[in-house]
């Protein structure tokens, strides 16, 4: 489902939010005009097997897109079997000729990856597809989970003006078992995004102009424990984690040609 994925670096923080190192966007397409269902599977070695169906159209004013991908393998590596879920979801309803909503909800679940761990370059030489010793006895592993929803509402206030909210929230979880040490977190984030946009022209070329703010907040339990055969023991670590921005922003851009952009 997915449409386009863009890489954009430097500050983009009038246009993304408040990321200024870059932004790596991911855009999901939207659905066909017509009822449609698409199913399929491939494989490869390392019993390597991917399903996916995707199920789109169109109802009223109601475009959807609903696709869920498995990936399994044992891996190249001893110790290395691994599952992927995923689940991607995006609803969009237009509410008048002026008016848009978009909804858009995301599942990642990783119920096991196993970690053979690192080899030195001898080891590596004698047979690179072995685990380190360790990975097995301590049965070294991670586990990931994220569900990630979204909102979206554009309204066109006049021919060349715009205002945009987005708001979104996410749930992740992550646990890391190692040979000495299990580290995990518990992680919910969120915030919101209100802009204004005018495309204009100066000197008969385009002119655009955004101004808007943005809240992000995070909060992590993390938390670490001592490891016994593979299993979690006593804790050594137990912390409560929480950042936030308020950010207010404006942007002008100006094209004076087709190749040169202010």
Do not use: C
């Not at 646990?175 to 915030?191: C, D, H, I, V, W």
């Not at 943005?214 to 909060?219: F, I, L, S, T």
């Not at 979690?232 to 002008?252: H, I, V």
């Not at 100006?254 to 952009?261: G, I, N, V």
Request: charged fraction near 20%.
């Amino acid at each position: 489902s997915l449409q386009q994925l863009e890489f954009l670096r430097g500050p983009f923080s009038a246009l993304y939010g408040n990321s200024s190192g870059g932004v790596v966007q991911a855009i999901t397409r939207d659905g066909s005009k017509d009822p449609t269902v698409t199913a399929g599977f491939s494989g490869g070695s390392y019993n390597t097997m991917r399903e996916f169906s995707t199920f789109e159209g169109q109802a009223g004013d109601l475009n959807y897109i609903v696709s869920g991908s498995e990936i399994t393998s044992t891996g190249y590596r001893d110790h290395s079997k691994y599952q992927k879920d995923n689940l991607n979801s995006k609803f969009t309803y237009k509410i008048s000729d002026t008016t848009k909503a978009t909804f858009i909800v995301n599942y990642n679940n990783q119920p096991y990856t196993l970690d053979p761990q690192s080899l030195s370059p001898s080891q590596f030489l004698s047979n690179p597809q072995q685990a380190a010793a360790t990975s097995s006895t301590k049965s070294t592993r991670v586990y990931k989970q994220q569900t990630y929803t979204g909102l979206v509402l554009d309204h066109q206030i006049a021919e060349n003006q715009t205002i945009k909210l987005t708001t979104y929230y996410g749930i992740r979880d992550n646990a890391q078992f190692l040979p000495t040490s299990e580290s995990e977190y518990g992680r919910n984030f969120g915030g919101f995004d209100l802009r204004w946009n005018k495309k204009s022209e100066f000197l008969n070329r385009p002119f655009d102009f955004t101004i808007g703010t943005n809240y992000d907040e995070m909060e992590d339990k993390r938390k670490k424990f001592y490891v016994s055969n593979g299993n979690k023991s006593s804790l050594s670590r137990d912390e409560f984690q929480t950042a936030y921005n308020f950010d207010q922003y404006l942007q002008a851009s100006f094209e004076p040609t087709d190749q040169l952009l202010f």
